[in-house]
């Protein structure tokens, strides 16, 4: 049977158009350029996967290159933090760059422009400026400074770059065209001066390019064939071009820009500015909080590499925004998991059971399988004794047929263990019950090939033996925000929509066989979900993240709202 060739996405079919006409294949050039104001985020993530994506679909070379142009609000932390997510996606750079590696090259083209009559120093303020360009429907109109000599713009664009000028005194702006129905034309500033030091550069630049003044000239000078965008950057082609323009030669490739859509998630916020708040007001602890969309936040609460990169495989590529349901990723993250994670045992809402009927200093050590599908996961031992754990909600006095947890006077399989029946229970005060008194049957143990071990049983628990179980930080997560496009309210503020029980804290009870269980490690707890070890885990104390649960509970219970 021939297998079913994967239909190409639209930027793939430019790639092709270009092949078929004047680019060779080994001119392709991919590039993924973050600006290390931040860390990582979903949306990223989708960029990463299509820029590495493409370049392993053509082997051809993917450059990783910071934006870094804003010493105000960029750091090294943020450097490191982007390529330990690149890394962790599974992807390889060709060429590390960075947009500082060209300040002196941009800078020789700035001036170059000045001398052509393309360039003038603005000696307005911010808002004079934004008066003097007009509105989307009125052209712009020239400013006081638009026709400054070439000598006299050499001469303060000179002192701007050696810091003899406040922050804002002057800019230096492209000569284009004030009537342009694209504003982005209308004499758009390529340089301002800011007093800051450069995490690389330090204080050896008082001037710095604005993005499209840095954007395809970086590309030009790395030879990236292919500059791929999301849409919001397509009214800068225009200038993207008209830059490249300035500089081209015949002898070397011209890069092309090319937009695709943003991909919103539901339940989430993907703004920089906007998770940066969520850290500052404490709604969250940090940047890879397990709450956040960050990828380091999404690594640290047990998503796996291929969970996220099979997530943007099948979001896809796409011209128009749109909102994906949060829901398709965690489907991602639970197929997966499904197929690495062992099985083990934990309870997190504890009830004390008894076995009236089993030795109270006995205790033996049961086989359980690892994985049902992964038979080279193994199989391990769990203690049973006469007192256990088992979930609150896996028992009730009374209840109808379809309850096929345990009550009383009724059977029920322990995993990997005994059948068990409950034959009374012991309330407090309250009437709330605290332990259940059951019996066991000796021969029904799990895989001894007895004639009661086969015996029919429509419920099995999990549980865990109380002397043997190990006390851990149980962090239960949910989604950050409650409603399903929170940053889509013109007149509320997205923090309105804070989920305020997105984390609850708790003390989980586990089998013994995590004791040594490594931080990053990922378990299924079986019936509860998807758990893996936290940053915060100590040999001493435990810490355990869910990551999601075995099925989308969320999804019940907007139903029944």
């Not at 993917?62 to 450097?79: C, S």
Request: glycine letters at 6%.
């Amino acid at each position: 049977m021939e297998e079913t060739k994967k239909s190409l996405n639209f930027i793939e079919h430019i790639v092709e158009e270009d092949l078929a006409n004047d680019y060779s294949i080994e001119k392709l050039r991919f590039r993924f350029p973050p600006e290390p104001n931040g860390y990582l985020h979903l949306g990223h993530a989708s960029s990463i996967c299509l820029n590495f994506g493409l370049g392993e679909s053509y082997d051809a070379p993917v450059n990783l290159r910071f934006d870094d142009t804003n010493p105000a609000k960029e750091e090294k932390a943020y450097v490191d933090a982007i390529k330990e997510d690149v890394k962790w996606l599974g992807y390889t750079w060709d060429k590390e760059c960075y947009a500082s590696d060209y300040f002196q090259e941009l800078y020789g083209w700035a001036v170059g422009l000045i001398k052509e009559g393309k360039a003038y120093v603005d000696s307005q303020s911010s808002e004079e400026m934004a008066i003097q360009k007009g509105t989307p429907t009125e052209p712009g109109v020239a400013g006081p400074h638009r026709n400054r000599s070439v000598e006299e713009n050499l001469n303060l664009f000179e002192r701007m770059k050696k810091g003899e000028f406040d922050e804002g005194k002057h800019v230096l702006r492209a000569k284009i065209d004030m009537a342009s129905p694209n504003m982005l034309m209308r004499d758009p500033i390529l340089y301002r001066v800011l007093h800051k030091a450069h995490h690389r550069t330090n204080t050896d630049w008082c001037i710095y390019p604005m993005y499209d003044w840095t954007h395809g000239q970086s590309d030009y000078l790395e030879q990236v064939s292919h500059s791929l965008c999301t849409l919001e950057f397509l009214p800068h082609r225009e200038l993207y071009d008209w830059c490249l323009d300035q500089l081209v030669s015949n002898d070397k490739l011209r890069p092309k820009q090319r937009e695709f859509a943003r991909r919103n998630l539901s339940h989430t916020i993907v703004s920089k500015r906007k998770l940066l708040r969520l850290v500052e007001d404490g709604v969250v602890e940090s940047w890879d909080d397990p709450r956040m969309p960050t990828i380091s936040g999404l690594r640290r609460r047990g998503y796996t590499p291929e969970s996220i990169r099979n997530f943007a495989d099948t979001v896809g590529i796409a011209k128009r925004e749109n909102l994906v349901d949060v829901s398709l990723l965690e489907f991602h993250v639970r197929e997966h998991l499904n197929k690495v994670t062992p099985r083990v045992m934990a309870v997190l809402n504890p009830l004390k059971v008894v076995i009236t009927n089993y030795p109270k200093d006995q205790e033996e050590w049961l086989d359980a399988e690892n994985s049902p599908e992964d038979v080279s996961l193994g199989s391990r031992k769990v203690p049973f004794s006469s007192e256990l754990y088992i979930e609150q909600e896996d028992f009730r006095e009374e209840a109808n047929k379809k309850f096929f947890r345990l009550k009383l006077g009724k059977e029920v399989r322990l995993k990997n263990g005994y059948i068990i029946k409950a034959e009374s229970c012991t309330k407090d005060k309250d009437g709330n019950i605290i332990e259940v008194q059951c019996t066991y049957d000796p021969k029904s143990k799990s895989g001894s090939g007895t004639e009661e071990s086969l015996r029919k049983v429509k419920g099995t628990l999990h549980w865990v033996s109380i002397k043997h179980a190990i006390e851990a930080e149980v962090r239960v997560y949910d989604r950050l925000f409650t409603d399903e496009n929170p940053d889509g309210h013109k007149d509320r503020d997205f923090m309105e929509f804070v989920n305020p029980d997105s984390l609850k804290k708790i003390t989980g009870y586990l089998e013994p066989s995590l004791k040594n269980a490594k931080v990053g490690e990922r378990f299924q707890f079986q019936r509860l979900g998807y758990f893996n070890v936290d940053l915060d885990s100590t040999i001493e104390n435990l810490v355990f993240n869910r990551t999601v649960t075995l099925r989308d509970t969320w999804a019940k219970i907007q139903q029944k709202n």
